[in-house]
């Protein structure tokens, strides 16, 4: 059974850090890209970053460069979403998933294209 579980979300005051881990099952994530969502309230679930298989290849949305960066690791099945500089406008509930399509800019953006989903991770960042 597929499963991807969230972690390392929480409470930060603007400028702080977090560090958000994905632990996925073996079937899921092998060979699967992965991608990092946020969705806060009343508002559709974004996509924040994606990368592939390998590591060697990473999508971001264009807001969050420099401040977001997301990496993998494959010997323990992982996927991590380092946050720096927060904002309040970051505050949102934030979502890994695993993609079993080939990599493209058009497979990883949307979330529609995302084969399995975590439960999702609160992140509140207080001004």
């Known amino acids: 059974q597929a499963q991807l579980v969230e972690s390392g979300g929480g409470l930060v005051q603007a400028g702080g850090s977090l560090r958000l881990s994905c632990a996925a099952s073996?079937?899921?994530?092998?060979?699967?890209?992965m991608g990092w969502f946020r969705q806060a309230p009343g508002k559709e679930r974004e996509f924040v970053a994606a990368i592939s298989w390998s590591g060697s290849s990473s999508f971001y949305e264009d807001s969050l460069k420099g401040r977001f960066t997301i990496s993998r690791d494959n010997a323990k099945n992982t996927v991590h979403l380092q946050m720096n500089s927060l904002k309040p406008e970051d505050t949102a509930v934030y979502y890994c998933a695993a993609n079993k399509k080939s990599w493209s800019y058009g497979n990883y953006v949307s979330p529609l294209r995302y084969d399995y989903w975590g439960q999702g991770t609160q992140v509140t960042v207080s001004s």
């Open positions: 073996g079937r899921t994530f092998s060979y699967s890209g």
